[in-house]
């Protein structure tokens, strides 16, 4: 079964709106991280932002927000006021513990981002 | 720029060829993060390494292997290569090996074509 789950292989939209990017993860484990991650056309991974399993408030950096919802298993990306720049493959991944006690990530298949001038 | 450094940037190999991948994390990172990212599989967590020991293991082929060195720098070993072993390989790096909460910091990656 996949653990992370993007629904939308693809995204469009207007320059200066906000667009939202799906994720849905699977666990049971109770401490897990969430993370985002941006991958442009040259290949890098670019991290976003990160929500951890314990935080009361979703994470915000800059145009960039998370919302979790916990109990629905969710974690989608809000990208505001979008930009040409952030036209690329966006990423969502969970880190949960594994039987050595190290955190193992799963990424998700991802979600193609264009934004339109 | 992200701190970790990844050599070769393009590789082009033929098949039954081995190659070795190279990985330098960011400073003062201790634990590195291989994964390999093609288009039929996504991106693929391989193996992890902290402090020079293996910490962790994912869907790693028998042909793969990997090693950290003293000086923290670590080595991806990919032998009997095949056509579906080209893919864009990353290593990551953390600070500590464990903790849901470590940011992975990704380096260029490097892009495998097996002829």
């Known amino acids: 079964a996949q653990k992370i789950t993007q629904t939308q292989p693809g995204m469009f939209v207007q320059e200066k709106e906000a667009v939202t990017l799906d994720c849905t993860y699977d666990?049971?484990?109770?401490?897990?991280?969430l993370f985002w991650y941006k991958q442009p056309s040259s290949g890098e991974m670019i991290f976003l932002i990160y929500?951890?399993?314990?935080?009361?408030q979703n994470a915000t950096e800059g145009r960039y927000s998370l919302n979790f919802q916990k109990a629905r298993k969710s974690a989608n990306l809000v990208i505001s006021a979008s930009q040409l720049g952030d036209s690329a493959m966006y990423f969502c991944?969970?880190?949960?513990?594994?039987?050595?006690?190290?955190?193992?990530?799963?990424f998700g298949r991802g979600t193609s981002l264009i934004v339109h001038p | 720029d992200s701190g970790v450094t990844q050599t070769p940037k393009h590789l082009i190999t033929a098949t039954g060829q081995r190659v070795t991948l190279r990985c330098s994390p960011r400073s003062g990172d201790l634990s590195v993060y291989w994964y390999q990212q093609s288009l039929d599989q996504g991106l693929q967590f391989l193996i992890q390494y902290y402090n020079g020991e293996e910490r962790a293991k994912g869907n790693i082929l028998e042909r793969f292997s990997a090693q950290q060195f003293p000086d923290l720098h670590s080595e991806l070993n990919l032998s009997s290569l095949e056509l579906g072993d080209s893919a864009l390989y990353f290593c990551?790096?953390?600070?500590?090996?464990?903790?849901?909460?470590?940011?992975?910091?990704f380096g260029p990656g490097t892009r495998l074509t097996v002829l």
């Open positions: 666990t049971s484990d109770p401490s897990y991280g």
């Open positions: 991944a969970m880190r949960e513990s594994s039987s050595g006690g190290s955190y193992i990530p799963t």
């Open positions: 929500q951890g399993s314990y935080d009361q």
């Open positions: 990551a790096s953390t600070p500590s090996p464990l903790g849901s909460t470590d940011t992975q910091y």
